[in-house]
């Protein structure tokens, strides 16, 4: 039997041109689910030029038809999400139960893109603030780019699609998106939903395949902006290849959750847990190096074992489930071989991780050198690091010893030391008594240092997505 293809989706329809092919692999039980076309340049020019006549047709819609058209994939997402929570699970391997979480909150990030647009406006600047500016008027509005580029990961592949399709729309762009490969059958789907529920023909495009694709869709001249979700070895690739025009990137990390001498230690513990294992730690923003205050070093170790060790590691079909398969054997893989590096410089396990096949249990290691890989790269798996310090100053040494600046935490009951950290903690985002795989989606969220350029957010992503035009007259 022949494994259906899936291949991009421009002008209403899936391409049946397939010159090249690749298998989609299942993580929980490593079967072919289906083979995906390889876009490349000449797929990557149809939907192009496709999405470049949808956007000039479309182009002067009033803000209240955008309004109507998020609001109506709002609707049609949340009326097939169990079919799409399915399919994340059977392609990405996350759990059924943090699938449908993610499917519901992607109908609320359209909701609120749909709210933001009644309140987005643009401002009138005072001209006559010098002698030759009196007796001039002069306002900014926002205008769309054109035609913008959505790269997203496997990791959220509603969520992260519908970060940078929602606010392109919003804008007055249109978009075509480059999944990653196990987020093709997820991005697909939207597409079609999407145009059901009335949305213009072209104004959301998919082209699928895999780094050739996303490379062309990044260069390619009809292109004006580029929103990129990934790897910061990925981002900086397609940086270059996009050369002059807009990139939005929300690139890696290594988050550091800070646990102070006066904190809660048990609800610190249990919510690191879950922001370092749930989801096989597979979130950007998932907890790596967790940093104590030495005085409760023991303490807290024991409540953050106990806590790691009460998740449970299965099937990713099983609704209880809270660590299944990471989303290949090869991703597994690298996870084993840097816990490796990492006892070989002198780390010991508080608990070690087993493997089968895809799925890694929560590993937790302690007295990790700063030369090992997992002190100094993004695991992007179900393993944490703890480490100790005695004061402050110490704390966000270790904390922004790090290429890395994404999102951090801090728990504390002194609000001296959050406003310290506040200053001093090179983040882009930075909560208190929630971890670091906490996110709400109406604050500006993004990076510092090599985590990326840029800030998602519903209102903040509209702004990005958009550039601004000075209008001034004689008056």
Same mark, same amino acid.
């Not at 075509?176 to 093709?184: F, L, S």
């Not at 990139?247 to 919510?271: C, H, P, Q, R």
């Not at 294992?277 to 907890?287: K, L, N, P, R, T």
């Given at each position: ?12 329809? %899936? ?135 959505? %790269? ?16 392109? %729309? ?114 950007? %923003? ?190």
């Amino acid at each position: 039997m022949i494994s259906p293809l899936y291949a991009s989706f421009i002008d209403g329809n %899936i391409a049946e041109d397939a010159r090249n092919v690749f298998d989609l692999i299942a993580p929980q039980d490593g079967k072919i689910v289906g083979r995906i076309a390889e876009a490349g340049q000449p797929g990557v020019d149809k939907a192009v030029a496709a999405a470049s006549a949808a956007f000039a047709g479309h182009r002067k819609q009033p803000t209240h038809v955008r309004i109507g058209w998020l609001k109506a994939a709002a609707k049609a997402l949340l009326q097939t999400s169990d079919d799409i929570a399915a399919i994340i699970c059977t392609d990405v391997g996350k759990p059924i139960r943090m699938a449908s979480f993610e499917v519901r909150r992607g109908a609320e990030f359209l909701e609120a893109t749909a709210a933001a647009l009644t309140q987005f406006g643009g401002e009138t600047v005072p001209l006559d603030v010098t002698p030759a500016g009196a007796n001039h008027f002069g306002f900014v509005r926002h205008i769309p780019y054109g035609v913008v580029a959505g %790269i997203t990961p496997f990791n959220a592949p509603v969520n992260l699609l519908v970060q940078k399709v929602a606010p392109a %729309i919003a804008a007055g762009n249109a978009i075509v998106v480059k999944p990653a490969p196990a987020g093709t059958r997820t991005a697909l789907k939207l597409a079609q939903l999407f145009l059901d529920a009335g949305w213009p023909e072209n104004l959301f495009t998919v082209v699928t395949g895999d780094k050739e694709t996303a490379a062309a869709l990044a260069a390619h001249e009809g292109v004006r902006a580029v929103s990129f979700t990934g790897s910061t070895s990925g981002g900086e690739a397609l940086a270059r290849a996009a050369g002059a025009k807009k990139f939005l990137a929300e690139l890696g990390s290594n988050a550091a959750n800070i646990v102070l001498d006066d904190a809660d230690v048990t609800v610190a513990a249990k919510k690191i847990a879950s922001a370092a294992f749930e989801a096989s730690g597979q979130q950007c %923003i998932s907890a790596q190096r967790i940093l104590v205050a030495r005085s409760r070093l023991g303490e807290f170790l024991d409540a953050f074992v106990q806590a790691a060790k009460s998740l449970k590691v299965g099937e990713a079909t099983e609704p209880t489930t809270d660590v299944g398969p990471m989303v290949s054997a090869a991703a597994a893989e690298r996870v084993t071989v840097m816990c490796a590096d990492a006892i070989a410089h002198g780390a010991r396990y508080a608990l070690e991780p087993t493997r089968k096949g895809a799925v890694v249990s929560p590993g937790i290691l302690v007295d990790v050198s700063s030369n090992a890989r997992l002190w100094r790269e993004e695991v992007f798996g179900p393993v944490a690091v703890v480490a100790s310090f005695e004061q402050i100053d110490e704390a966000l040494a270790l904390a922004n010893d790090s290429p890395f600046g994404l999102q951090g935490a801090v728990f504390t009951r002194d609000l001296g030391a959050v406003l310290r950290f506040a200053d001093d903690f090179d983040v882009g985002a930075l909560w208190i008594n929630e971890a670091t795989r906490f996110r709400l989606d109406n604050y500006p969220f993004g990076g510092v240092k090599q985590s990326g350029v840029g800030r998602e957010g519903v209102r903040h992503a509209i702004e990005e997505l958009s550039q601004l035009r000075f209008v001034g007259m004689t008056i």
